[in-house]
Structure formats: C-alpha cells, structure tokens
T-cell receptor, first 114, second 114 residues
Framework: NAGVTQTPKFQVLKTGQSMTLQCAQDMNHEYMSWYRQDPGMGLRLIHY???????DQGEVPNGYNVSRSTTEDFPLRLLSAAPSQTSVYFCASKGDSGSYNEQFFGPGTRLTVL | TQLLEQSPQFLSIQEGENLTVYCNSS?????LQWYRQEPGEGPVLLVT?????EVKKLKRLTFQFGDARKDSSLHITAAQPGDTGLYLCAGASEGGGSQGNLIFGKGTKLSVKP
C-alpha cells in the first residue's frame, strides 16, 4: 500500500513549456486534490475531484488543467508554464466527500520555472 | 472568502519549554484539523476536532476547538527537538460546502533547540 505517489520529485521548466505532474493513490479514495505551497502562503487549493469524471476549480485554478479518468489517477497539467508557477505541488486524497476525513498527502513535486 | 489566521508565523524555543500556536477565523468551521509537515515531505494529520469546546490530547500535544468553532489552539508541553516542523491548521467549510474542501492557515514554523 503506497498511499499517494507523485512524480517527478523535482522539475525545471522554461517559460512557455508544458508538463504534467502525475499523482496516483491506491486507497480507492473518491476525493483527490491538488495544492500549491509557497513560502508564507500555506497550502492553496488548485483543483479537486470528487470522483472519476468529475473535477472542479479551487482557489487558484488559472494556468492549470486537470482530468480524472480513473479513481486512482489525478494528473495536473501546466499548458504554458510561467515563473509565477514556481512552487511545491502536493496531491492529496481522502475517503469520501465528508469534511472530517483525513487528507493523505503525497511527497510533493518541486517545480522551478525559469 | 474564509480565512484562517495562524500565529505566530515563526517560533524558536529551547528544549523543555512550552508553547502555544493559535488559529483564528471570523468564519465558523464544521471541523478543524492540525497537520505537521517536515522538510521535503507532505503534511501529515495530527488531529481533527469537530465539536465546539472539544479538547484532544496526543501525548504532549493538546488541541482545543473554540466554543464558537471559529478558532483553535495547539499547545505543546516540554517541547523536544523532534517536535521541530511546520504546523498547519486547516478548516472545513460549515455546511459541507465545496465537498468539504480544506482551507489552510499559513503555518507556524517551529524550531526546538537542544
């Protein structure tokens, strides 16, 4: 049982390049989410999904796309990277849409956009 | 927009000292969670408080949810170097809105020196 896995661990992009951050969980969780963490800003929600085929925007969705074709996977796409997207990205999952359930976080992807 | 104000932002203390971290909001939350994050890793859940006035203890850590469910505190007794890390509070919207998405405070970076 690996929990929540993220790849890559580190990534450097040039402005305008595109890439996909991968996230997978093996806990059969319906709810998955993506956060970005910047110094002094805490964790901010980018996009979330309450099940396969269902996604919605969080607090800071601009510049990011998501899809959820399976329960296990929730990739985050940057179509045209900008320096403002330099951050640490965390994927998380939880058991259902109830508000009391623990969120399990992946180890993060540290992204630098030059 | 719901906000969680966390204080202090930084805390550096000697081993054996006591400390309290505060998490405050003008909004009511259905539940509040505390996470601990170590460098290079994702946050890990410490506790969830649900009922106004609730107090939970986890070894030397005491968590309290305010009577009005707008604030919370984390008290550490006799801090140890192993307590060093980033402590994050996170609130879930009242009424289960947005599928129970969490709103995070900006975090308290704790350093406990031997």
């Amino acid at each position: 049982n690996a929990g929540v896995t993220q790849t890559p661990k580190f990534q450097v992009l040039k402005t305008g390049q595109s890439m996909t951050l991968q996230c997978a969980q093996d806990m059969n969780h319906e709810y998955m989410s993506w956060y970005r963490q910047d110094p002094g800003m805490g964790l901010r929600l980018i996009h979330y999904s309450v099940g396969a085929g269902i996604t919605d925007q969080g607090e800071v969705p601009n510049g990011y796309n998501v899809s959820r074709s399976t329960t296990e996977d929730f990739p985050l796409r940057l179509l045209s990277a900008a320096p403002s997207q330099t951050s640490v990205y965390f994927c998380a999952s939880k058991g259902d849409s109830g508000s009391y359930n623990e969120q399990f976080f992946g180890p993060g992807t540290r992204l630098t956009v030059l | 927009t719901q906000l969680l104000e966390q204080s202090p932002q930084f805390l550096s203390i000697q081993e054996g000292e006591n400390l309290t971290v505060y998490c405050n909001s003008s909004s009511v939350f259905s539940s509040l969670q505390w996470y601990r994050q170590e460098p290079g890793e994702g946050p890990v859940l410490l506790v969830t408080v649900v009922t106004g006035g609730e107090v939970k203890k986890l070894k030397r850590l005491t968590f309290q949810f305010g009577d009005a469910r707008k604030d919370s505190s984390l008290h550490i007794t006799a801090a140890q170097p192993g307590d060093t890390g980033l402590y994050l509070c996170a609130g879930a919207s009242e009424g289960g809105g947005s599928q129970g998405n969490l709103i995070f405070g900006k975090g308290t970076k704790l350093s406990v020196k031997p």
